[in-house]
């Protein structure tokens, strides 16, 4: 396809459009072509338009409409149009508009007469409502298998870390000591979630807005349910007016891939620190690494760094398309054709850093030394103190927490971790403590008895690998 922009000048036409010019005495200026023209960008869904041609052609000749002469020339005409432009060698006219007109133009130009005849029983309204709709749903379709391949990728680093100890945190501060395995399956839990509004928004959208027509439907005798089937609709739109004007599907779209690049963003972040010197708990593959030119040093994170900085124009895409829709009345508005390049964008870059997480996750390895070492310091294992003067000694949990808050300090002023205190120094702070407390110290016993359902023991993370496992098969 010739990717023309869509203010370039027009190519031929010099008087009124030939579509609609039937009342018009002058052509456009060329700031109105400008400005007007969708070409530039909506030949994306050219082939979406001519697979719902073909579907309304031969709605059109089943229900007798037209006969069935014109009909196969349609057809074949339609097909040498789409092989025309997947060889590149159509000639997109910004005088034509869309991708709807320079479709039909063409058409007529190789079939004549019967090129006219197509437009029977339908509008553009509902011509781009249906492209737009199919555009989509590819996109929804192709989310929903990158989404799987992350969530494979993710399984696969919690499979080879469910027992690998590392910091969790809260507020940044070393919190508790979890496992490898648990971090990775929460992104699970997050894409899993995005996985399942892709899917939930591709159900809701699939109604046809094809034979809706320009908004009040039509008097000629179409059959609605032909043409939903013929493009893998669930069935017809209910309302001609809702059909032409509405654009849920690209919001809805937009939004859930607003979400999903949020997640992106967030595991981006943690990346950028865990890859960083003062952390080293990930190091990333070179594939997915930059250099630097004057420091020789540097290995950056820089395709983190852009699906972190994705969100950005993802949830613009979001906003602007809200903003667009937000004041239109019924039914269709020539404000809608900016839904697209929106939508294109937003598309094109989730796409995109969808497949470079799933690429630097399958990479990249977790430092087991690093992640050990960390987990370790920061008094992680305080809770599990506290805890054990509860279940042990039997202590209110308040009293327990500032007896270990005690303890804390203690060995931070002494520059050691909690389980380097002495026996002694700890029953100087409460003389019941017995050399059991030392057991619930190491961080493995830490993260193994956080056994609740949802947790972090090794046995907890397994069963929610296997859990995930069994739900994409
Ligand atoms: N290019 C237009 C769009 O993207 C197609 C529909 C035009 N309809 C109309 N009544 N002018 O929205």
Redesign the pocket.
């Known amino acids: 396809m010739t990717d023309k922009p869509a203010n370039a000048p027009s190519d031929h036409q010099d008087g009124a459009n030939q579509m609609w010019g039937g009342r018009f005495a002058a052509g456009p200026d060329a700031i109105m072509e400008a400005i007007n023209a ?1 070409i530039g960008f ?1 030949q994306r869904m050219a082939s979406q338009d001519i697979a719902g041609s073909r579907a309304h052609a031969a709605m059109l000749g089943t229900t007798g409409i037209l006969n069935d002469k014109d009909v196969e020339v349609i057809r074949k005409g339609l097909l040498t149009v789409l092989s025309e432009i997947e060889g590149g060698t159509f000639r997109f006219s910004t005088a034509l ?2 991708i ?1 007109m320079n479709v039909e133009a063409r058409l007529k130009e190789i079939i004549g007469e019967p090129a006219g005849r197509l437009h029977t029983g339908r ?3 509902d011509q ?1 409502a249906t492209d737009f709709k199919l555009w989509v749903r590819d996109q929804f379709d192709a989310a929903e298998g990158a989404l799987v391949s992350l969530i494979h990728a993710l399984l696969e680093q919690a499979e080879t870390g469910a027992d690998w100890v590392m910091p969790g945190f809260t507020h940044l501060q070393t919190a508790q000591p979890v496992t490898w395995g648990h971090h990775m399956m929460a992104y699970v839990e997050m894409f899993g979630r995005d996985l399942n509004r892709v899917r939930d928004a591709r159900a809701r959208m699939n109604e046809s807005p094809l034979g809706a027509a320009a908004l009040a439907g039509t008097s000629f005798p179409i059959d609605r349910d032909v043409t939903a089937k013929a493009l893998g609709f669930d069935r017809p739109s209910a309302n001609s007016l809702d059909a032409v004007s509405d654009r849920d599907f690209a919001l809805d779209f937009l939004s859930t891939a607003s979400i999903c690049a949020m997640h992106l963003s967030r595991f981006a972040e943690e990346l950028v620190i865990w890859s960083s010197a003062q952390f080293r708990f990930v190091t990333l593959s070179d594939r997915f690494s930059t250099g630097s030119s004057i420091m020789p040093q540097k290995k950056n994170p820089d395709a983190a760094e852009l699906i972190r900085a994705k969100v950005g124009r993802i949830f613009g895409a979001n906003t602007a398309l809200m903003m667009v829709m937000k004041g239109l009345p019924l039914a ?1 508005s ?1 404000d ?2 900016e839904d ?1 390049e929106q939508v294109f964008d937003a598309a094109d870059n989730w796409m995109l850093a969808l497949a470079a997480m799933d690429g630097m996750v399958r990479d990249m390895s977790a430092n087991r030394e690093s992640l050990a070492a960390a987990a370790g310091s920061g008094f992680s294992t305080a809770t599990d103190l506290a805890d054990w003067l509860v279940r042990v000694l039997g202590l209110p949990f308040r009293d327990a927490h500032h007896i270990t808050g005690s303890l804390v300090a203690m060995a931070e002023a002494a520059g050691c971790d909690l389980p380097d205190l002495t026996l002694d120094q700890m029953k100087s702070v409460h003389s019941d403590i017995t050399a059991d407390v030392f057991d619930v110290l190491s961080v493995e016993n830490s993260v193994a008895s956080r056994t609740s359902y949802g947790g972090t023991a090794p046995a907890q993370v397994r069963a929610q690998i296997a859990r995930w496992q069994e739900m994409l098969t």
């Open positions: 969708s909506d508009e869309d709807h509008s553009r309204n781009v269709y020539k809608m054709q697209k």
